[in-house]
């Protein structure tokens, strides 16, 4: 069982960045921790945060025929990326879209996601458990 887990703009800056909205770690040490976790599930997993939207989707074109499934934070993509939506599209591979915040209670530009028809489900709100929980819900529903 392989994961790749995509973070997109502006992740990099957890930890500085509005933490009273997005809390205090760091990426790295949200995704070491995802790591264990699903390092202790038996799950392989490949990580990119990048700013640059053609990476992302560059990366998952990568993922066809070898990746079970996929977790993305698109970060502001979320909200206008056709372009990513089309790449999660065009690999159908099983993916699940995480965010930090409540993006349905916040600005409205933000309750609207472009990558949510292209998933199986929207996890948000949680904080850092948003990854934690859409990963389980993933390998639930991968047979992981
Ligand atoms: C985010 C929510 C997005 O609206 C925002 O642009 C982000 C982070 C979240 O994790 O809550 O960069 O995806």
């Known amino acids: 069982m392989k994961l790749l887990i995509l973070n997109g703009p502006n992740l990099n800056m957890l930890g500085v960045r509005k933490?009273?909205?997005y809390g205090r770690k760091t990426?790295?040490?949200?995704?070491?921790e995802l790591a264990a976790f699903?390092?202790?599930?038996?799950?392989?997993?490949?990580?990119?945060?990048?700013?640059h939207e053609g990476e992302l989707i560059d990366r998952i074109h990568a993922a066809f025929g070898n990746t079970?499934?996929?977790?993305?934070?698109?970060?502001?993509?979320?909200?206008?990326?056709y372009a990513l939506r089309d790449a999660l599209e065009a690999v159908g591979i099983p993916t699940v879209e995480v965010h930090l915040s409540d993006i349905h209670s916040r600005e409205s530009f933000r309750s609207a996601s472009v990558i949510e028809p292209v998933c199986i489900a929207q996890v948000s709100a949680l904080g850092e458990r948003s990854y934690f929980?859409?990963?389980e819900l993933l390998l639930s529903k991968i047979g992981g």
Do not use: K, W
Not at 44 to 49: I, K, T, V
């Open 68 to 81: 079970d499934g996929i977790l993305i934070n698109p970060g502001a993509l979320t909200h206008y990326s």
């Open 38 to 51: 699903l390092g202790g599930r038996g799950v392989q997993c490949e990580f990119l945060q990048s700013n």
């Open 27 to 32: 990426l790295a040490e949200i995704m070491d």
């Open 133 to 135: 929980v859409g990963a």
């Open 19 to 21: 933490p009273e909205i």
